[in-house]
């Protein structure tokens, strides 16, 4: 085990020794100390590595990870997991807005609660959410799951493609061409293997499922109220 | 676009380290705003009948001294006043319309950053750090204060322009964002009689405020209502006689986080900003939802 | 004789300048169909432009350089302000952003090998990096943009350079689009859509807005690639005095100035002609806050919108820039609009020389368009060929005048090598009119 005490060492020192170790892959296990809110930490990762990042972060933690096993003891600042590839990224606390954006792969675990914009244009992640999520979630969702055991803010799945959404409680509102749907017996298994994954206690027939109305695939002049 | 900091003490036993704890936090927040910082700092209240101002010099050297000779042989009134740097903290037993006044008349260039019953507004160009030792915060007491650290967007990079703006008595704004609609209700607000210094977009969302205060509206009911008079994008912050406030605009881009414990509610553009503060590992940590206003004030939260 | 015998003079039919023949047709299109017009390349007005300049050539009080012994030198050196591999490129003419999904596979193959003869660089766009424009390409700059179709770090760590994308000449403030007749299976699996949808990018990042956050973002790009890219950050032109001091304050290598003579693959026709500032007036701005900074030619100024011949290069460069980029010029080398495509451009509605139809797919020269049998029609070798030749002629023809002017390398004209024919043209390029030292607009 490695252990990077950002009290004295810089973001810069975490970042290369993470990228420069892959080479070699001398070491599997990190941890980072004191990082106190900082940005950009372990970002860029592209082994099998885990970090494990004992307070809290700021913007862009764990950006475009590929591989790596990224655990956060604290809460996150804007963008955290934005981009992943691959890998799985885990936040004890909360997140800030925009949280796992535009992200192809990976799974992204918040125990706490995520701001707005949470999932914005997701790409193949898979987000799970143990508290509620902010306004504009999921705004352009393009493919990957969108797990939410609390409440949805205003907005949810405006302009959705292919994210398929699950909520639990409340949702505040649905943006243009975003519907409920049935839960059908495949998605009540996807539903449920991935609570399980997130170690989750939760039961997938007590969600709901949303997803793309597809009204706005092609431009319609019925619909250009909606753009 | 900017970094901004605000701590207000629910524990008076704190007081005395108001600056002590709150300076780590402007400085932390110097990557965001490294053109202008300043500060709007809450306690040493006057008794009733006086007035305190701040005052800001435009010039070097400013003869201060002569200035206050000349403003006691032209009000006579009880007064008190101290020097700190470029600028002055002036107590008087007056009318705040008659001392303005009397200096608008006596000192033209210097400026009247603040005015009230407890608050001191503390600004100018340069690194955050610079500004907190120029003005010595780290030793300020008070019961509460706000602190904004500029990145200059459009207007020019001056004292003026820098953050907290007054915008009225013992209330002060500090901004991240940027305004579009500032330009015409700015003339609007000039028709009103409301006075612009800078281009600033900031201060015309202060004016704003100053404005709809003048007009009976509460603080909640003026800032409720900016929601709809301010187009684009802010996170604001705004310092009262007993505690501050903080809202952000609907779509709620720029960030924002508020921290809480026994002791006092923090707020900041970023965590880093509030990591130092004393308990902040056990602290309620969350960010503040769009559009909505919350208030901390002795005495009552809402 | 009787005035009703004499002949009538022949009706004159006045035509309206506010409803002229244009305005109707589209009042009557929209009419028709109820939604604005789309369409591609840049602003069809006419603007202040650099053929409203002229360089002064040497005489008796300066001396000019002979045209092949005595050098005048072209490289630029791009991103040397943070990065620690910047770019060399032998000429400052680089190619500028644009997408596959908007270009057939051809016709990226074909920008990246007449590029890479000619010793500059080429721009991805929206939608990712392929492998064919990759591996034809020596020197490849990556854009990153709002809507991240196929970002992948893989591919960030490939580039060359990174390009952060806030804003295009032809619609500063404006997201894209791809229409759904141009997103095949291909386009469609690189960019996580389905297909044929009409594809529509974000106007704003999803994950930072405005400079305090753009400074974090340019940071985590640095940490990624450690520091060895430069970072680049392209704006439309519109307040570009403020946002060029904003980038640099961000902490940008290279700006990336996009005038609005830019083209687009498609936008709102409205949109086109009508947002943004030309060229010509956004340079002197962006030179003007790069000098108060004291960071003019520390961090490079690369100008695009409208350059279209070694003119318009010397002149760009004359007032500051380190380098252009081209787009629809680049096009054009290839095939775009060529007069023997005039009949079968003519069959869709355009002929030769005014086709912009980019959106829709249907180009007969196998550029602007992802059908398989069109785009077969462009031969990416002998595309690449014709490019590198263009791009040949413009630096031939930049260092003839700057020689003229008695500069031993292209980055030694000035604005002082300037006069303007309008007074318009003065008074934005801020240089004198011809024959006198009034520069409309300056401070006396």
């Known amino acids: 085990m490695k252990t990077i005490d950002l009290s004295t060492a810089s973001v810069r020192d975490l970042n290369q020794a993470l990228h420069d170790q892959v080479k070699n892959l001398e070491e599997r296990e990190w941890v980072v100390t004191h990082p106190n809110g900082a940005h950009n930490l372990a970002v860029g990762v592209n082994e099998a590595v885990s970090v494990d990042i004992q307070g809290h972060a700021g913007y862009y933690c764990a950006g475009m990870n590929q591989k790596a ?47 707005a914009r949470c999932g914005i244009s997701m790409k193949g992640i898979d987000i799970v959410v143990g508290g509620s999520i902010g306004h504009m979630s999921c705004f352009m969702g393009q ?51 991935l609570l399980n ?26 619909n250009a109220s909606a753009y | 676009m900017c970094g901004i900091v605000g701590l207000y003490l629910k524990n008076p036993a704190l007081e005395s380290q108001l600056g002590k704890l709150f300076e780590p936090m402007l400085e932390a927040m110097t990557d965001r705003g490294p053109d202008s910082a300043g500060f709007a700092l809450y306690g040493d209240e006057v008794g009733d009948g006086w007035v305190k101002l701040t005052l800001q010099a435009t010039t070097e050297n400013y003869d201060f001294k002569a200035l206050i000779a000349a403003l006691e042989s032209k009000i006579a009134a009880p007064l008190d006043w101290f020097q700190n740097a470029s600028a002055i903290v002036l107590k008087i037993k007056a009318e705040e319309a008659v001392v303005r006044a009397a200096l608008g008349e006596l000192a033209p260039t210097v400026r009247i950053m603040s005015a009230g019953k407890s608050i001191e507004i503390l600004k100018g160009m340069g690194l955050p750090k610079e500004i907190s030792k120029r003005f010595g915060l780290g030793s300020m007491t008070g019961s509460h204060i706000i602190g904004h650290t500029r990145m200059a967007t459009e207007s020019a990079v001056t004292m003026e322009g820098s953050h907290p703006f007054s915008t009225g008595a013992d209330l002060c704004l500090v901004h991240n964002g940027s305004l579009s609609n500032h330009f015409r209700l700015r003339q609007e607000l000039r028709r009103e009689g409301i006075n612009f210094d800078t281009e600033n977009d900031t201060e015309v969302a202060a004016g704003y405020l100053a404005w709809r205060l003048q007009q009976g509206d509460s603080l909640k009911t003026a800032l409720d209502s900016s929601l709809q008079a301010l187009d684009g994008f802010f996170t604001f912050a705004i310092g009262t006689r007993n505690g501050f406030a903080v809202i952000r605009d609907p779509i709620a881009c720029k960030p924002a986080i508020l921290a809480e414990t026994d002791d006092y509610v923090a707020m900041a553009s970023e965590y880093q900003a509030l ?15 769009p559009a909505t206003l919350y208030i901390w004030e002795r005495g009552a939260r809402t | 004789m009787s005035d009703s015998n004499s002949p009538k003079a022949p ?49 008796v009080s300066r001396y000019p ?108 403030g404006g997201g894209g689009m791809l229409l759904g007749m141009k997103v095949t299976e291909r386009v469609a699996g690189m960019r996580t859509l389905p297909i044929g949808v009409d594809q529509r990018s974000a106007c704003r990042h999803p994950d930072w807005t405005g400079p305090d956050d753009l400074a974090i973002k340019i940071a985590e790009i640095r940490e ?88 318009d290069v010397a002149k760009a460069m004359a007032l500051g820039a380190d380098a252009v980029a081209i787009g629809t010029a680049a096009l054009i080398a290839l095939g775009d609009n060529h007069p023997r495509l005039d009949q079968e451009l003519k069959k869709i509605g355009s002929a030769a020389g005014f086709y912009d139809d980019w959106q829709n797919g249907r180009d007969p020269a196998g550029i602007t368009t992802q059908d398989p049998e069109l785009s077969k029609r462009l031969d990416p070798v002998e595309g690449g060929r014709r490019l590198a030749n263009y791009l040949r002629v413009l630096v031939l023809e ?18 002082e090598d300037l006069v303007a024919l309008t007074v318009e043209s003065a008074a934005m390029a801020r240089v004198p009119l011809a024959g006198t030292s009034w520069i409309p607009g300056s401070q006396y």
């Open chain 3, 398 to 415: 930049a260092q003839t005048m700057a020689r003229a002017c008695g500069k031993s390398h292209l980055h030694n004209l000035d604005p």
């Open chain 3, 65 to 172: 350089l002979e045209g092949y012994r005595e050098k005048c030198g072209t490289d630029v050196i791009l991103g040397n302000r943070f990065a620690k591999k910047p770019i060399h490129l032998k000429i400052p003419v680089t190619i500028a952003g644009m997408s596959f999904g908007a270009l057939s596979a051809n016709a990226k193959e074909a920008l990246g090998r007449g590029a890479t003869i000619a010793g500059t660089s080429t721009t991805t766009g929206d939608g990712g990096m392929t492998p064919e424009e990759r591996g034809q390409s020596q020197h490849l700059v990556y854009q990153y943009l709002p809507s991240r179709y196929g970002m992948n770090p893989d591919d960030l760590r490939k580039a060359d350079a990174i390009e952060i994308v806030l804003g295009q000449g032809a619609k500063p």
């Open chain 1, 197 to 222: 994954r997130a170690g989750f206690n939760e039961k997938a027939s007590d969600f709901k499922r949303y997803g793309s109305a597809r009204q706005l695939y092609n431009f319609k002049v019925d």
């Open chain 1, 143 to 193: 493919a990957g799951r969108l797990v939410v055991c609390g409440d949805a803010g205003d907005a949810l799945g405006d302009s959705l493609y292919e994210t398929r959404i699950y909520v639990k409680g409340k949702v505040e509102s649905l943006g243009s061409d975003c519907i409920a749907k049935e839960m059908r017996a495949e998605h009540l298994e996807e539903l449920q293997e």
């Open chain 3, 224 to 311: 990624i690639t450690d520091w060895e890219k430069p970072i680049y950050v392209k704006i439309g032109a519109s307040r570009p005095y403020y946002d060029v001091k904003l980038a640099v304050k961000a902490g940008a290598d290279v700006i990336v100035l996009d005038g609005m003579q830019g083209g687009t693959a498609a936008t709102q026709e409205v949109f086109i002609e009508h947002v943004g500032i030309p060229i010509l007036p956004a340079i002197p701005q962006a030179v003007q806050a790069l000098q108060e900074m004291g960071m003019h030619r520390k961090v490079q100024l690369i100008v695009s919108g409208g350059i279209r011949n070694g003119a």
């Open chain 2, 275 to 289: 990591s130092s503060l004393p308990g902040i590992e056990k602290a309620k940590v969350w960010e503040p939802v």
């Open chain 3, 11 to 59: 009706p004159v039919l006045r035509e309206s300048a506010t409803f002229d023949r244009l305005t109707i047709q589209e009042i009557q299109r929209a009419a028709e169909t109820g939604i604005y017009d789309i369409r591609g390349g840049g602003t069809k007005r006419k603007l202040p432009h650099f053929d409203d300049l002229l360089l002064l050539g040497a005489s």
């Open chain 1, 69 to 115: 096993s990224v655990t956060v003891h604290g809460n996150v600042g804007v963008g955290c997991a934005e981009n992943m590839m691959s890998g799985y990224v885990r936040v004890k606390g909360s997140a800030s807005q925009a949280a796992g954006a535009t992200a192809h792969g990976g799974l992204l675990v918040i125990e706490g609660d995520a701001g």
